[in-house]
Structures are given as C-alpha cells and as structure tokens.
C-alpha cells in the first residue's frame, strides 16, 4: 500500500485531477492519500469528494487529511507538491506592479516579474518539504508541480540535492496534440525528441513512426498559412526564425523573450487573441474570477466522482513505473547532470526520462542547436539568480533577476527595474521571510549641473583617434 503525501491539496484542480488519476491506475488503488494544506474548509472539500469517489467506485483506497505536514510526509513513498505561496493576493501584486512599469505579464507564473517573485515566495517552502523528507521519509520521490517550475527544481537541487525529485508539465504532451494536426499524422505515430527547458523544450526530432518521414519541413511550411499561424502566433513566430517548434503557448511564451510584449505594437500584432492567447492579466483574472464566484461555494459538488480515463498528467504513470517496475518515458524537469551539455551544470532542465523501481532515469541530449541553447540561456539566468536570491536572502539578486529578465529589460532602465524590485519586495514581505530587515539598495539618479566640469581623467584610445580623426578633417592641405 503506498504511501502518497499530497503536499497542496488546497490546489482543489490539480488535487482532484492526480487523485482520481492515482484511483483509476489498477495498481494504485489500494493507496493511502494523505491530503495536506494549510487552509481547512478547502482540505476538507477534497477529502469529501475523495470519500465519495472511493465509495462510488467501491475502492479499497484510504483518503486522510491533516493541516501538520510531518504526519503527512512521515514514511511516505510519494510526496507530490502544488503549493502556491501567497495565493491570490500575492498573485495580484505579481502582475499589477509590473504593469505600472509597463511590464505587461499574461500568465506570470514562470518567468517575468510575477514568476520571479512566485519563485522567492515559494523556494523557502519547498526546500523546508525537502528537509522534513530527508528526515521522514528520505527514499520517497518528489514530484513537483509548483510553478515557476524551473526555478523551484533548481533550487531543489541545490538545498537538499539528497532527495531524489522531478518536475512534471503537460508542455510536451499538449503541443504534440498541436503538432499532430499541424502535421496530420496521429499523436501516437510520432516518433519525438524534446528537449531544453520547462516551457522553453524543442521538438528537436518529429518524424513519422510509420514511414520515418521527417515532419518537421511540413510542420514549418504550413506554419506559414495563417489559419495554422492565427492559433498559435508567438510559438509560431519563434519557430519561423529559430526552426523548431517550443512547448509552450503564446501566453506564456510571450512573457520569456523580449520581442512580443514590450509596446503596443507588438502587443497588438502578435498577442491579440484572447485569455490565454496573450491577453493582459489573463491568468489572475481567471483566477480572481473563480475565487470570487467559488469562494462560498463548493465547486466539487457538481464534479462527477465516477472514475474516467486517466487524464494527461504524468504523475499517476510514474507512481505506477515505480511501483511495478514497468519503465515508463516522459518528459520530466531534472538537474541538468550532463544531459543538456551546451547549458550549464546543474541547471533545470526538461529532457526524456525513464522511470522504474529503481527511479527516475534521465537520458543525455547532448547539444541542443546553438540558436536553442542560447534563447533557453536567457531564461536559465533569471532562474539561477532568482535560487541564488531565494537560498541566500540577499535582496540585491532580485533586482539583478528582473533586470536579466528579458521583457522586463526590453522595457525597463535598470532605475525601473530597481524601484520595480523594490516596490514588489515591500508589498510581498510576509511571504518572504529570508529578507526580513534587509531592502533593496535604493540608487537614485545622478543629477548632473548644467556647469559641471569633468573630472581630468586619460583620453579613452577610442576617443584619441576619434580627435585624430577630427584634427586631420580641418587640416589645411598645399597641392
């Protein structure tokens, strides 16, 4: 009977959506879901509808519950996390501060100001899951579903790099929906590689399983028709130039490069599609939304309890692998141990992964095309600067994350990006506890006199032939 700590399940979407995935696997039934949050009347919601679906469906599954997260994670075999720290009301900082700075987020989870400040919220509290694991239960394995999800395994890694963990999308599994129709050719006939980073993968290899024709000439050719361009314009556009398609959506791609969201402009051309497609603040006003309407209500309810087909999610598949012992493939988000060896050493990285008894097994890559590993750098930056803030309290980071990040530096001065930082910091502080007594180092701007006479200082080489330059244009010259 495993032991399946559900570190989160407040998370009522995600919560119910793995559950009843672990309840529907033949050889997961006989489970003891410990259900685990900080927040009551949610856990409690979750455990009756779980009650209800094991009784429906006549399971021999135990559901608990219990708001102390060592009971929960005492002599576990899984621990899964869908935390989110600060909930809404940080949610809500995380995306109207930066747009006082003209910083324009539509999902602001993963990158972007949002996502940075998510990732200091969080790190703190998932590494304090790793150390209560190390003691509790330290042979279990962490699957993480909490976002900024390249941040957060990174700094997994790095604090209690003791526990074995991995971080699961549904990147890979939802674009290979989109590809199979870009490319009519049924998803389970697609012989695929991805790789690179969580929300930043490529598909580096697409060809057909029946023939072994290459796919990828196909898919970039009607990417070029604009009913196949209008569904998807910023991956669409990213693969036009760079010549393989990514994991992740307009909204969310939109937010990790610098080119689609930084004026009006480009807002209009390539981000007009609504909700998830690129619209301002799409995700937290879908999240207010549903607060709002479900605050009072119990939405679980209305949900059906009889078991379906397992849902897209890879977390019941690879308590299954572990349990059995029949390997199962995916796409999972690991320390970057050679694997990917043209980005560094210890990143987070997302690559296929083999799962047994034994655990998780992830395969070498090797290099990613150049063009690739370089726009996955300018992410891996922000993430290695935001763990580097979180681990070590030291507030400087922060600023020096938003300001590598790369909408926030096609939009931002470093001055903006400093009061930026700032302002998020003082707004989010009971959420962030490592910084406590310790700000943002203000630097105001440098007032210059109209007479101000420069310091005598040695004539940049650069300049002495640019006065070279200027002697020999006014020299008088006798033919």
């Not at 995935?21 to 009551?40: G, H, N, Q, V």
């Not at 709002?292 to 087909?309: M, N, R, W």
């Amino acid at each position: 009977m495993p032991k399946i700590a559900m570190i989160g399940a407040g998370s009522q979407i995600f919560c119910k959506t793995l559950s009843m995935d672990i309840m529907s696997t033949p050889a997961l039934k006989d489970s003891e879901i410990w259900l685990m949050s900080r927040t009551k009347p949610k856990i409690d919601r979750m455990e009756k509808f779980l009650r209800k679906a094991v009784k429906e469906n006549k399971l021999p599954t135990r559901i608990c519950s219990t708001l102390d997260r060592e009971k929960a994670l005492e002599g576990a075999d899984f621990v899964i996390v869908m935390i989110q720290v600060g909930g809404l009301d940080a949610f809500r900082i995380d995306y109207e501060v930066p747009m006082k700075y003209g910083v324009d987020q539509c999902i602001g989870d993963s990158l972007g100001a949002g996502g940075i400040f998510r990732g200091l919220r969080t790190i703190p509290v998932l590494a304090d899951i790793a150390k209560d694991m190390k003691r509790l239960c330290p042979k279990a394995l962490l699957l993480n579903y909490s976002n900024p999800m390249a941040a957060n395994c990174l700094a997994l890694g790095k604090a209690v790099p003791e526990i074995q963990s991995i971080g699961l999308c549904h990147g890979v599994q939802t674009t290979l929906d989109l590809l199979s129709r870009y490319a009519d050719v049924p998803k389970e006939k697609i012989d695929y590689l991805c790789a690179g980073i969580n929300h930043m993968a490529w598909f580096l290899k697409l060809n057909d399983a029946r023939n072994g024709k290459d796919l990828n000439p196909l898919i970039m050719k009607n990417i070029e028709k604009p009913e196949y361009y209008v569904n998807e314009k910023v991956r669409c556009e990213v693969a036009r130039h760079f010549g393989y398609f990514m994991t992740e959506s307009t909204g969310h791609l939109s937010e990790y490069i610098p080119w689609f969201r930084k004026n009006k402009k480009a807002l209009d051309l390539y981000c007009d599609q609504p909700a998830f497609g690129g619209e301002s603040g799409a995700y937290y006003k879908y999240c207010a939304y549903l607060a709002e309407k479900f605050g009072k209500i119990d939405y679980l309810q209305f949900e059906d309890a009889k078991l379906a087909k397992r849902s897209v999610e890879y977390c019941s598949y690879i308590l299954e692998a572990k349990t059995t012992g029949v390997s199962f493939k995916l796409n999972g988000n690991v320390r970057n141990e050679g694997y990917i060896t043209n980005l560094p050493e210890g990143c987070c990285v997302e690559v296929p992964v083999f799962v047994d008894k034994q655990g998780i097994h992830p395969v070498k890559v090797g290099n990613l095309p150049m063009q690739c590993a370089a726009l996955n750098m300018t992410n891996v930056l922000v993430q290695e600067l935001t763990v580097e803030a979180s681990l070590t309290g030291d507030p400087e980071n922060i600023m020096h994350a938003v300001a590598m990040d790369p909408l926030a530096s096609a939009v931002c001065t470093l001055a903006e990006a400093r009061d930026m930082a700032s302002e998020m910091l003082e707004a989010q502080r009971e959420w962030l506890p490592q910084f406590k007594g310790r700000k943002i180092t203000p630097k105001p701007a440098v007032k210059i006199p109209k007479n101000v006479k420069p310091v005598d200082v040695p004539v940049d080489p650069a300049l002495a032939i640019v006065h070279r330059f200027g002697k020999l244009a006014e020299m008088k010259l006798k033919l």
